[in-house]
């Protein structure tokens, strides 16, 4: 090699602070744990990334696709990275600064990167992406907001109408919008965009209209328990009628539903993880209402606390049986033992099995803590069916067939 440490180049990751929505999605993803946050920043730590990539295709913004070529012993310090407002510019480099360093090249995604990083499928529709962004939101007006949860629920989770009048803003099923919270925050600067999954169909909560809606829920407390107010949820909970809502977006390429006929849906969720359901399964209701070729079949697994706490419940019980197989889990019903959708998956192994043969489409949304107990899930109904799950699991994964978003 021969160069000195002060000679030698690196391609230094960086997130850009004026984009950045601060959804976390790159913080999960990384499988190295190279990527921190403060409270007004994401940042990359030079020292720990090996420049992989897995955290570049979940970004919704493109924030995360940054990169400097610097003297590797003068990158930025997290600590700098903590106090831009902006990215620098790109620094002049001594001519002959020479090598980047071997290190450096990025390695060969691993089988876990690749599930988070699953393509769009094939049939899906292309969206639209990044039409208004936090320097140029567009306005929306509340035309809803009603409590989904029943009266005596522990959480407060919301059905709200956004319309956007006469503006475009046509978004697809698993797509998600920002919402920037009024005001400003501790330290005096504008509040971050927070993340909400659409859950209407791409024709609109009300068809024909340019509404939509999002399924949110009022945050009360933090992930220890503590007592903690969420800016936007909060915000948001307490919209009258006729308020306005700055918003972003649309955001996603990759959490769509295949267009063609045939195609199945296995979906599951908990929680609020239900908006993108509610989206795809509205969209194959109103094809069948209108006479149109469906075809596939939908298998819903939704988890919940209780009944009163699972949102849409009323709705979903509507549906027949015909068009969608759904399984509730409840984990703190009365009298009842805790289940989660795993273990519903695992009483319903047969039809799981039988559907993943299929040409079938896996989506999975809600807590992060239910990835690890659906995957094992998963892997022994197939062992129990015969089937070679690693196979089925990375051809679903290299076919755009297996999806999942949690946090
Ligand atoms: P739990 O009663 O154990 O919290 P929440 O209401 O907090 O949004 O959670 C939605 C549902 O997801 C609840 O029934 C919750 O059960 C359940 N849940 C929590 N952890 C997991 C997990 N690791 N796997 C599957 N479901 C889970």
Redesign the pocket.
Known sequence: MGASEAEVLIRQHLIDPEVCIRCNTCEDTCPIDAITHDDRNYVVDPAICNGCNACVPPCPTGSIDHWRTVPKATAYSVVEQFTWDELPQQQELAVGAVVLADEETPPQHNAAVSASSVKAPGSALRPSLHLYDIKKPITATVVGNYRLTESDAE?DIRHIVLDFGQQAFPVLEGQSIGVIPPGTDASGKPHYLRMYSVASPRDGERPGYNNLALTV?RVVSDHDGQAVLGVASNYLCDLPKGATVQVTGPFGENFLMPNHPGSNLLMIC???GAAPMRAMTEYRRRLLAQGKPVDGKLMLFF???KQG?LPYFGPLLKLPASFIETHF????ADGEP?T???DKLRAAAPAVAELLKGDTYLYVC??K??E???MEALRDICRAADIDWTELHARMVSEARFHVETY
């Open positions: 959480s829920k908990t929680g609020t988890g919940a606390r706490e889990a409840f984990s703190r805790k989660y959708v795993q809600g807590l803590g239910m690890t107990g659906v």
